[in-house]
């Protein structure tokens, strides 16, 4: 015996559509603002991070860290591989601030 089961997928862009008009939104608005929470999402989490190893190592910033290591307070291994991390967290912050300049621009743009 074989049994046909057939699966209805709404289109993303339908979804998106009905959200959007429920919310009283256009679609460009609606993903304007979810790409603008998406970026802060990211961003805290590079934060969390970033602070979660200065944490480890009871330093404020990544140059304390690093006099930390410097003066012995904190053993080099494995403290320079996770101040090496902290700075690579603090060039994405940098790269995701850029994005959400980019983005809220736009829309400034569009809406001015």
């Not at 009283?24 to 190893?53: N, T, Y």
């Amino acid at each position: 015996m074989q049994v046909e089961v057939t699966v209805s997928i709404t289109p993303v862009a339908t979804t998106t559509a009905r959200i959007a008009s429920s919310l009283g939104l256009s679609e460009s608005s609606l993903f304007q603002q979810a790409l603008v929470s998406f970026l802060r999402e990211q961003k805290r989490q590079v934060l969390q991070h970033r602070l979660d190893i200065l944490a480890r190592y009871g330093a404020d910033s990544l140059a304390d860290l690093e006099a930390r290591i410097a003066q012995g307070m904190v053993a080099e291994h494995p403290a320079w591989e996770d101040l090496i991390v902290a700075e690579n967290l603090t060039a994405r912050l940098e790269e995701l601030d850029a994005y959400l300049d980019d983005v809220q621009s736009a829309e400034d743009n569009r809406a001015g």
